[in-house]
């Protein structure tokens, strides 16, 4: 049973990477183009700090959903969730049960993963070269 699993690691790693990619991605489509039209982002202003978190979900999101610049894109996806945790989520309570941070937390861990794991096999970075 052991070889069966390791034998879709890789391919489970991609699919990982490209699912993480594409729930990042639609935060910054409904923060920046409104879509899936959510009213707490009606008035947007993109130069906030809101905007500027859309910007990183819609760019790292796209990035990671075609494997491309994996490790950055990961890394700095995981320090914008780990940021978004501690500043909108930690001050209500700590515990991410209590302050509906679960995602943000989790994100961040994911994301945290991909810098060291790397794209995986089905990505532009394999395609172009980089092992990682």
């Not at 890789?10 to 920046?32: D, E, I, V």
């Not at 409104?34 to 760019?59: K, Q, T, Y």
């Not at 994996?70 to 914008?80: D, L, Q, V, W, Y």
């Not at 945290?112 to 990682?132: E, N, Q, T």
Request: glycine residues 12%; charged residues 10%.
């Amino acid at each position: 049973m052991d070889q069966l699993f390791s034998k879709w690691q890789p391919t489970a790693l991609s699919l990982l990477r490209f699912m993480s990619g594409l729930l990042l991605m639609q935060h910054g489509t409904a923060k920046l183009f409104g879509f899936p039209s959510l009213p707490m982002f009606a008035d947007l202003n993109v130069a906030s700090l809101v905007g500027m978190a859309g910007i990183i979900e819609l760019v790292g999101g796209a990035l990671l959903v075609i494997g491309l610049f994996t490790r950055a894109a990961a890394f700095i996806a995981s320090g914008m969730t780990a940021v978004a945790y501690f500043m909108v989520h930690a001050p209500q309570n700590f515990m991410p049960i209590v302050n509906g941070g679960e995602l943000a937390a989790l994100y961040c861990f994911v994301f945290f993963y991909l810098v060291f794991a790397g794209g995986g096999p089905v990505s532009l970075d394999r395609m172009i070269g980089d092992k990682g």
